[in-house]
């Protein structure tokens, strides 16, 4: 039973683990995914090549990429403001639908409104929406101590079908009654759209700045504030959280609100930025919340990490949809992203633990 | 057991013990806390292999690699925490890991067994009962039965009264006598002086990892066990305090508090209890006889079902750790690493623990780092801790590190009231000496302290009084100077001064 190498707990964690093990994460995926390449008869570096052609290469490829990078970076940063405190929140894809509706109902609603007040409008409904549909797990998971992982994922379904009754079977103030055959939302009007801003020829969202924005406070929350001190006392250690008078089950919903909203607002910016009407099927069908959950875990639950790696995983999906066809079958891009999240959640064991040989002395404590 | 000698990092848990245990008897196992008791029993079932000495059956030396080999060899063990599969019934319990030639179990011949073993010894358990449905003295009845199906010769029970009641206990004394009648042997553990009187032929006392000595119950009494047990020829010298105890100016009291443990038992029973300024008041007793509900009620960790404390006369909200912070108390806990720090984080971060809510922490809710910095590089250096800076996290401290940092944060919180839990438990003599002389100072300074603590030795060094805490109860009250160590032994086992002449 006795196998030459063990794994030994680290006692430190030098800093180039925080960029060196996501990096040799995402070549250990890119290799697998080579082999998988390989093996259905494609040459991986060519098809390496024209991802980063299409995703990265030309200002217009990455103006692209960077609309594929918004909802991720959202939903990202969502992830991570729930997984900080131990607190993994599944149901960003149900929170961002929550979100498209609230925005959706700003957005129709004070349509006579100046383009300033459409828009904080629509980012305040999108994140009270989200928010408060996450919260539903909270005070769930405060008071019941029911599982966040299975009330998240389950929330995501019952949005779904409330999203499509919304649409398809109802006349809700969302649908718009002119839509014979074929239902759909009722249009925004052009003075609610959210306009890009453009640095050179590159365009980007306003939702991305918005996620830019939004990744920088979360980071001062946390890195910061008292409130960012409490949750990490929390999920560090819940008895010396209680031996200091914290209140956990408080901080489980309002930090589940807050995931909830930031996926909410990712869920706004999609309204405003790109479909400007309430979409149900289409939002559906991206799985943004899922692919937010690869981002956290790839950015190491590190808020300004979040948008590097939203950008990266878009211009993997931007590449994709860019490059569908015979030989570039659409099930890559996916396949590769499950690839990332499965080689970063096992990269982060070396985090904690190094590989050493057996009969090796441990590294002394400091004295 | 010849000679045993188990060293962990850090510390040698038995040292050259000796041990034998006859057929046909019940022999006790006692000792205090990290005494040696469960080590012991670990070698003996094979858990642990020991660095030296050897293991006879028979007068034959074995070596068992695991506690399965242990048991088919005729050695089996009821651990304080039962290993029963909650959904199955008594009878699939018992024959769980059995080696089986046919795919099917079979239940109704087991069963058939089971009764006629439990009939034999006079244990009532229904074989086709599961175990959820099973009080907890009925699932260590189970344990009993599955150890004897196994053909058990030896049977070890660690500290098996701490979870049952007086009357449970009565008929498990009564099942043991009826196995060494037939001629087993069981080998009893307990730090509970009465029980291994009423229940054990012969007994040996373990104290600090050695063999003090094995007697026969017939010729000794519980005082001389408690004696062995907790050794009076160690040397004890009292700390000079500077400032005398004030007990009449009262700075904490506590009125006939009622609570429960974790699992809804009553843990303490109507607790009274002052301390006076510059008063160190120590609370002797053996782990789990309530002492530590009483800390976390006290600092407000858990709620009092009855009763009220009071800090400088004014009465304590129950169940509230912030405002038993701001009335003056403070509470080092047991548990340093995971309960008074967090160990993740760095010293910095854990000296602001109770003092992060409001200036000069912090300002508009936002931490002020510059300033929770240059605190902590003061409280390094001003309670000499050694660490390279103050973000490394508390996990690579030494021991002695560890709780410097602790006190500090508490010491410098300038508390009316300080709860102090095993203060020196796993610390170094150095380390030792450091961490009591801060308790005197803080006492001198007026604190009233609350020791709390399983050492004698650092009890009778430090206290100007003595409160024997049993069961949930405070059954002594005694002035440090007229106390001695068999008295106390003697009621922390739960014997009562009045009867010690018989």
Known sequence: ?367 | MNGIVKRFPGVVANDGVNFEARAGEVHALLGENGAGKSTLSNVLTGLYRPDEGTVSLNDEVVHFDSPRIALERGIGMVHQHFRLVNSFTVAENIILGEQSSSLFMDTASAVERISALATQYGIAVDPSARIWQLSVGEQQRVEILKALYHGAKVLILDEPTAVLTPQEADALFTVLRSMVAEGRTVIFISHKLDEVMAVADRVTVLRAGKTVSTIECATTSTRELARLMVGRDVVFDRVIRANHAKPDNIVLQVSNIDATDDRGRQALKSISLTIGESEIVAIAGVAGNGQRELAEVISGMRPATRGTIAVNNEVVPNSRVRKAMTAGISHVPEDRLHTGLVADHSIEDNLILKSYRGAPISKMSVLRRRIIRAQAKETIEKYDVKTPDTITPIRLLSGGNVQKVLLAREFDSLPSVMVVSSPTRGLDVGAIENVRKRLVDAADSGVGVLLISEDLEEIFALADRILVMYEGSIVGNIPAAEANRESIGLLMGGGSLSAENN
């Open chain 1, 1 to 367: 039973m006795q196998s030459p190498l063990r794994l030994e707990r680290r006692l430190t964690q030098p800093k180039w683990l925080n960029w060196g093990v996501p990096l040799l994460s995402l070549l250990g995926a890119l290799i697998l995914g080579g082999i998988v390449l390989f093996a259905t008869g494609k040459n991986p570096i060519s098809v390496y090549a024209r991802i980063v052609e299409r995703g990265f290469a030309s200002t217009d490829a990455f103006s692209r990429t960077l609309i594929s990078a918004t909802p991720f970076a959202f939903t990202g940063l969502a992830a991570s403001v729930a997984f900080r405190m131990g607190l993994i929140n599944i149901g960003g894809e149900g929170q961002l639908y929550l979100g498209t509706i609230g925005a959706a109902f700003a957005g129709i609603a004070f349509q006579d409104q100046p383009t300033a007040v459409i828009i904080a409008t629509m980012i305040i409904f999108g994140m009270l929406f989200g928010g408060a549909w996450a919260a539903i797990v909270g005070i769930l998971k405060a008071k019941f101590s029911t599982n966040e992982i299975i009330t998240s994922l389950m929330l995501n379904y019952v949005a779904a079908i409330f999203l499509d009754y919304l649409i398809f079977n109802s006349s809700s103030y969302w649908r718009d009654p002119k839509s014979y055959g074929f239902p759909t939302g009722k249009r925004l009007t052009k003075n609610a759209y959210w306009n890009d801003i453009s640095i050179g020829s590159i365009e980007i969202p306003f939702g991305f700045v918005v996620a830019v924005v939004a990744a920088v406070i979360v980071w001062f929350l946390y890195n910061r504030t008292r409130f960012g001190y409490e949750v990490g006392v929390i999920a560090s250690s819940p008895n010396a959280a209680r031996y200091a008078g914290i209140r956990a089950r408080w901080k489980i919903i309002t930090v589940m609100a807050l995931s909830g909203a930031l996926a909410g607002l990712g869920g706004a910016s999609d309204v405003g930025d790109f479909r400007h009407v309430l979409d149900a099927k289409g939002v559906q069908i991206s799985g943004y919340g899922y692919t937010g959950i690869v981002v956290a875990a790839l950015a190491r639950l590190n808020p300004l990490s979040a948008i590097f790696v939203a950008v990266f995983l878009g211009g993997l999906s931007n590449a994709g949809y860019a490059l569908q066809g015979p030989d570039f079958p659409s099930g890559l891009v996916g396949t590769l992203q499950g690839l990332i999240l499965f080689t970063a959640v096992a990269g982060e064991i070396l985090t904690r633990y190094r590989i050493k040989r057996q009969n090796t002395i441990a590294d002394g404590v400091i004295v």
